[in-house]
């Protein structure tokens, strides 16, 4: 349920209260920042997008149609590391790569990247593949987590410290993929 408390929105979820945190007009902006850094660089090449579900969905919609003079082929994999509010630390592999990545420049599109356990391991099975480069889009980055220094993302939308969001393709347990905003847990 979404109220309304001094034009700031805030959300309850399974026992929980949410702040909004990045207003759409703030997250298009990011988005629009990101889709620039990524038209520069990819201008001359054929990239081949690799959208991590199920949260990367909707950054990867706006990001992609944002994109200038960028031809590019869009494939989609789905993993999972996460249940509730903490990392299993064990990714699985649950839609595998359905796309020939073979000297491909690749670019990977996440939500947000934690402890960076998914992009570390996405990569390492990228690059095992033959990808030419692999670079890391992601709409949110907890730098203060960050265990795995090559998971760095090389496009962020976004930096947040250590707290726990959800909407714009981040889910509280499968929910809440629809809000048009990115909302805090608040303490
Ligand atoms: P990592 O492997 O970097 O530790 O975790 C990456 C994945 O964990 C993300 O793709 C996302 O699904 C999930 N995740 C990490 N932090 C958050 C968060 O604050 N909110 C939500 N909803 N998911 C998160």
Request: with cysteine; glycine share 6%; aromatic share 12%.
């Amino acid at each position: 349920m979404i109220f309304f408390f001094n034009s700031m929105r805030t959300i309850d979820e399974q026992g929980y209260h949410f702040d909004e945190w990045l207003t759409p007009k703030e997250i298009a902006k990011d988005v629009q920042q990101v889709a620039k850094q990524i038209s520069a660089d990819y201008a001359d090449k054929e990239p081949l997008f690799v959208v991590v579900l199920n949260g990367a969905f909707v950054f990867a919609a706006d990001l992609l149609r944002a994109l200038e003079n960028v031809r590019c082929e869009v494939t989609f994999i789905r993993v999972s590391s996460y249940w509730g509010m903490s990392s299993t630390g064990q990714l699985e592999f649950i839609v595998p790569l359905q796309q020939v990545v073979d000297n491909r420049d690749v670019v990977i599109v996440e939500d947000i990247v934690d402890t960076g356990l998914t992009i570390h391991q996405l990569k390492a099975h990228l690059r095992g593949l033959g990808a030419t480069s692999v670079r890391v889009a992601s709409m949110l980055f907890k730098p203060n987590k960050l265990e795995y220094e090559d998971a760095k993302p090389d496009y962020v939308g976004h930096e947040i410290t250590d707290e726990f969001v959800i909407g714009y393709g981040l889910d509280f347990d499968g929910f809440v993929r629809n809000l048009d905003a990115i909302y805090k847990v608040k303490e």
